[in-house]
């Protein structure tokens, strides 16, 4: 594994706004009990680095379900009130990035669970991706074999 050892933490810089894809999209109960989609999204920063964020979308909170079907030209499927995987799935959409500090951990009562979590990238907003369809794919750190037997 490669890693550059002058940066404790590869974060994309908070306000950032970076091209991603959806990987994932799945259907979920929130600890709450009530419905919600976590999103996979594979993030590429203004260097074509890759990153991977999760996302959470609840139909009590969904300012960033409309901005994302608003930003992927889906505004039939926001008025039609339902939102499913296949919607979402593959597709290209601009994310402003914020740094979300960490810090203790907590349970569902505001108690500390004597857990930590780091610092992470999350999604501000969706926005339109206007930067092309697709960055370039970072280039090879090594030849490719000639030989290889399939």
Same mark, same amino acid.
């Given at each position: 594994? %490669?890693?550059?050892?002058?940066?404790?933490? $590869?974060?994309?810089?908070?306000?950032?706004?970076? #091209?991603?894809?959806?990987?994932?999209?799945?259907? %979920?109960?929130?600890?709450?009990?009530?419905? #919600?989609?976590?999103?996979?999204? %594979?993030?590429? $920063?203004?260097?074509?680095? &890759?990153?991977?964020?999760?996302?959470?979308?609840?139909?009590?909170?969904?300012?960033?379900?409309?901005? @994302?079907?608003?930003?992927?030209?889906? &505004?039939?499927?926001? *008025?039609?009130?339902?939102?499913?995987?296949?919607?979402?799935?593959?597709?290209?959409?601009?994310?402003?990035?914020?740094?979300?500090?960490?810090?203790?951990?907590?349970?569902?009562?505001? !108690?500390?669970?004597? %857990? @930590?979590?780091?610092?992470?990238?999350?999604?501000? !907003?969706?926005?339109?991706?206007?930067?092309?369809?697709?960055?370039?794919?970072?280039?090879?750190?090594?030849?490719? *074999?000639?030989?290889?037997? @399939?």
């Amino acid at each position: 594994m %490669k890693f550059d050892p002058t940066k404790e933490d $590869d974060l994309i810089p908070d306000g950032s706004v970076c #091209m991603a894809v959806v990987d994932k999209a799945e259907d %979920k109960v929130s600890k709450a009990g009530k419905p #919600m989609m976590q999103i996979g999204l %594979k993030v590429w $920063d203004s260097e074509g680095l &890759e990153y991977f964020i999760d996302d959470y979308w609840s139909s009590k909170f969904k300012k960033k379900m409309a901005d @994302f079907l608003r930003a992927t030209g889906q &505004e039939d499927v926001w *008025e039609s009130g339902e939102c499913f995987p296949e919607h979402v799935i593959g597709r290209t959409v601009g994310v402003r990035i914020s740094v979300q500090k960490g810090g203790p951990r907590k349970d569902a009562e505001g !108690k500390e669970t004597g %857990k @930590f979590f780091w610092d992470k990238n999350v999604v501000e !907003k969706y926005v339109p991706w206007e930067g092309g369809a697709t960055l370039a794919a970072p280039a090879p750190t090594s030849e490719p *074999e000639e030989d290889v037997p @399939f």
